[in-house]
């Protein structure tokens, strides 16, 4: 129990690999972009237990650079999914106060993804609730790799030292440098993977897998999730004894 107490929190931010839809859509004979449609409707479910728990950072896995690779339906259906869902939503983040933002390589997506995307972003930049971070055409190397050519680049520049780059200070040159790091990571459907998410910021999260299929998650499953990190002791290196003693300062 003494563990459950040093750590009786909600996590800060909570990433999600949402996994499955396609397997969702073929286990009822159903097209995968099925699975897609009603994983958005588990999206929107989600979204909203979160603000209501009250967590700050909700960041969701929704398109892998990656994903570029699959057949050109489902990627423009992914497409169009998305900006429908983006305009649709955007009335219930204002009246959540919910801030949304985007992570990824915003250039490889579609022009009318891009706007609404934008529009989206602008319209709820002074929102100081939940802040909802979308990853799209999101890849952890490729943006680690962006990172340090930056970096390389305000060296050449004379604007960096090499002796001032710290943890921190490359953390502001990555596409999360606004966020916190994740301190639980949810992924569905089975995969133990972490595929090429958030590398560099995940690494002192809790990871959570769960057999169930990203169109089934609901509020029970989150809950389930959010417990089991209840119960965790997190120790970021240092022994309990150590940990306790921070603590009770
Ligand atoms: C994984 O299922 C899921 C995705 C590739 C994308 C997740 C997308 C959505 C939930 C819908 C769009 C998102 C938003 C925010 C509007 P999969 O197709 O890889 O499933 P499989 O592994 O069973 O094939």
């Known amino acids: 129990m003494a563990d459950a107490v040093l750590n009786g929190k909600l996590p800060n ?14 286990a009822r004979m159903l097209p995968r972009i099925m699975g897609h449609r009603k994983g958005v409707q588990t999206v929107r479910l989600i979204v909203e237990e979160c603000t209501k728990v009250g967590i700050r950072f909700l960041t969701l896995f929704a398109f892998s650079a990656e994903n570029w690779s699959r057949p050109k339906t489902e ?3 992914l497409m169009s999914l998305l900006k429908k869902y983006i305009r649709l939503e955007v009335p219930r983040m204002m009246r959540n106060n919910t801030r949304f933002r985007v992570i990824g390589n915003r250039d ?7 706007i609404a995307l934008d529009d989206a972003m602008a319209v709820t930049a002074g929102n100081s609730g939940m802040t909802l971070t979308l990853a799209l055409s999101y890849g952890s190397r490729q943006e680690i790799l962006q990172a340090a050519k930056a970096v390389a680049a305000d060296i050449v520049n004379g604007r960096l030292l090499p002796a001032e780059l710290t943890e921190n200070s490359f953390s502001d040159y990555l596409y999360t440098a606004a966020l916190p790091d994740p ?10 993977r972490i595929s090429n ?22 509020r029970e499953e989150l809950h389930k999730a959010l417990n089991d990190y209840r119960l965790r002791e997190r120790r970021f290196g240092l022994t309990s004894d150590q940990l306790r003693s921070v603590i009770s300062g």
């Open 108 to 114: 490889d997506l579609p022009e009318d993804v891009r």
């Open 13 to 26: 931010h909570l990433a999600i690999i949402m996994d499955g839809n396609g397997r969702w859509a073929q």
């Open 197 to 218: 998410f958030m590398l560099w910021q995940l690494a002192y999260a809790e990871l959570y897998f769960t057999e169930v299929n990203w169109p089934d998650f609901g």
């Open 183 to 192: 301190d639980l990571l949810i992924r569905t459907s089975g995969e133990m």
């Open 75 to 77: 990627v423009r259906s």
